[in-house]
């Protein structure tokens, strides 16, 4: 964790990563009336994950809006609210139903800027919650945060933590141009130490989870828990994995990747969207178009998501993205030359 | 379950049933009088036979008894995942389906269970999806929101919120180039009617005057907004006028009352005459999902709901005239529990799918490592 110092002085406490978001959006609230949150049966429900919970009732339905069932709507309203001198939050119910906003989201809030030349931007905070293992199949449970890492104009975030997942959305809240939050579904409930009052964590920089000599581990949102679970395994095999948690993939940190790659000159990367054309090429890419190519001392490894939707039977569910087991045996592979 | 008293009509309380929406008139009068010309019989007895009626009933008490035995499998944990239950909205899918052939189509929607059995699928086979075994209908990669059998005409339920509405549209613009003589009818909630795919299938369907049927299962609630909330019309049939057909609400929770609504639909789709929106009235008993807590209604509101239980009703409109009788109520019950406790069994023994095969069915012709 690397808190800045203000707010190491602050109490630690243990919240849920639901919880921290929450703190994050009741500071906001609380101090810009500018701040709008925006979403379906984010209200009296609380959300579909329980994030907003009670906001509705400390911060009224003028400020937290319960939105018809249009995400087109919805979402294209955040964008002239945006441009027009409200600080929007909005929440997809689940990240498949950007599909239905791709429009507003990609042709305009991530243009509106540039195509004016300059004239406007659109400080919109959209978050999404993301992945599977909920049993909810093909149309609930996707990784899509690759396809909007391909849009120059969005910036696209994935918090592993609890503390980042609070200091990332105060973060995205100060930044004038649209930014993607992709919450993982899984990790609603899993809890960490959140500082009170604000804080940020950069967009744009990833973070060494854990250092290691033998070979670099990128990885995103849950497989960061995946990847430093595998790590102690490794440890125990006299394997050191050096543990990358992206934070952010566009704009991606090359650099802290690359000095990671030319140190341990190995390299796996995990992420549980589909593994074709997604994080792994392009983290792949940085190291391929960098000095640490020179370094390399075994094939690049690609963990991703199996070339399928996700399926509803929970065994084949599990066996669709990368599990424990999978790191373990790539790791050992690109370790041992045995893959 | 006994239908003895049941014969309450729940008209006035239930906000809006029987009301005529504004669009035009969506109930031609039934061309068969049927045996009995007496004006006041409700539509349904004049107009079906005592087998068709029965049957219609024994559907109805199936899918309450197959969602009570989802509902319970659930907490038993041998389904995982969500499911939504269309418990107290019986009438409505059973209603809609009456007239329906095998192969006229439907689409249908996260809340599908009922529509499913209501268009004749196997019970077992349903369980078998929902425990995720390779005898169920999608092969255990759907689930409960994935549902269909494409065999019977269900095209699926679907995730999507609006996601079945403009495939209807499509399946209806084959019906009428192929020249089947069939038509479709589409569900979907009351929260869907502000997606924008609501909007542009309606418009569609009515410019080509496609043979589809849309039915708004109003249950008061998308999730938790209300459609007093959510949805600037009065009731949702007041959106037919914006597309020029006809628009009609009635009380979803009288079979017959649904049922008339449909044959008028079905007859103007036959008849080339194009689609109709029916708003059917009716109301969800069980939470949302599984994770509802319930915080936006109040029980006296669902209290007053199950007290107008569609099957009550329906059973009772049966005995009052002679059509079944309470012994034979009582079989159709113990019928019933033994086909959901073999459909059960069924999918407790089926197999697992093969993980290797996981990849399967993302293409017709399977491509190896499309990666
Ligand atoms: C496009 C889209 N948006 C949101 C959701 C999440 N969601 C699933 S069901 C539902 C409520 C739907 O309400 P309604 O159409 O009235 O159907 P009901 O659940 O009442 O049967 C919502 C918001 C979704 N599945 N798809
Ligand atoms: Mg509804």
Partial sequence: ?339 | MSISSETERCGAQAPAPGRKGSGGSARPASRRAGKTSAGNEPFAVRHYSPEVLREALRKMLLIRRFEEGAEDSYMRGLIHGTMHLSIGQEASAVGACLELTDQDKITSTHRGHGHCIAKGADVGRMFAEFFGKESGYCRGRGGSMHIADVDKGNLGANGIVGGGIPIAVGAALSAKRLKTGTVVTSFFGDGAVNEGSFHESLNMAAIWKLPVIFICENNHYGMSTSVERSTAVRQVSDRAAAYSMPGVTVDGNDLSAVAEACHGAIERARAGEGPSLIESVTYRWRGHSKSDRNRYRSKDEIDAWIARDPIRRFAGLLSEHGILSEEGFARMETEVAEQIAAAIAFAKESPDPDTAALTRDVYTTQTESVG
């Fill in chain 1, 1 to 339: 964790m690397t808190a800045p110092a203000a707010v190491l002085d602050s109490p630690l406490r243990e919240l849920s990563y639901a919880e921290a978001i929450r703190d994050a959006l009741a500071i906001a609230l609380a101090e810009d009336e500018r701040v709008v949150l925006m979403g379906e049966d984010i209200g009296v429900y609380g959300g579909a994950f329980q994030v907003s919970g009670d906001l509705v009732h400390r911060f009224g339905e003028e400020r937290v809006i319960d939105t018809p069932i249009s995400e087109l709507g919805g979402a294209g309203m955040a964008v002239g609210a945006a441009l027009t001198g409200l600080r929007p939050i909005y929440e997809f119910q689940f990240s498949d139903f950007a599909t239905l906003a791709m429009e507003q989201i990609v042709n305009q809030a991530a243009k509106l800027r540039f195509m004016l030349g300059g004239a406007v931007s659109v400080p919109l905070v959209m978050r999404f919650p993301a992945g599977s293992g909920t049993g909810a199949a093909a149309q609930h449970s996707q990784s899509l945060e690759a396809w909007f890492g391909h849009v120059p104009g969005l910036k696209v975030v994935q918090a592993a933590t609890p503390y980042d997942a609070k200091g990332l959305l105060l973060a995205a809240l100060d930044d004038p141009d649209p930014v993607m939050l992709f919450e993982h579904k899984l990790l609603y409930k899993t809890k960490g130490p959140v500082p009170e009052g604000r804080y940020t964590v950069p967009i744009g920089k990833a973070e060494v989870c854990r250092t290691g000599s033998n070979v670099t581990i990128v990885a995103t949102a849950i497989m960061v828990h995946r990847a430093l679970e595998a790590a102690e395994v490794l440890a125990q095999e006299g394997i050191d994995a050096e543990v990358i948690d992206l934070r952010t993939v566009r704009p991606m940190d090359r650099e802290t990747v690359v000095a990671s790659v030319a140190k341990t000159s190995r390299l796996v990367v995990a992420y549980e969207g589909v593994r074709t054309l997604g994080i792994g090429a392009e983290v792949s890419a940085s190291i391929v178009e960098s000095e640490a190519f020179d370094y390399l001392d075994a094939p690049i490894v690609r963990l991703g998501g199996a070339e399928a939707p996700i399926p509803y039977n929970p065994e084949l569910e599990k066996a669709a993205v990368p599990q424990v087991a999978d790191i373990l045996s790539a790791v050992r592979g690109v370790v041992r030359g045995t893959r």
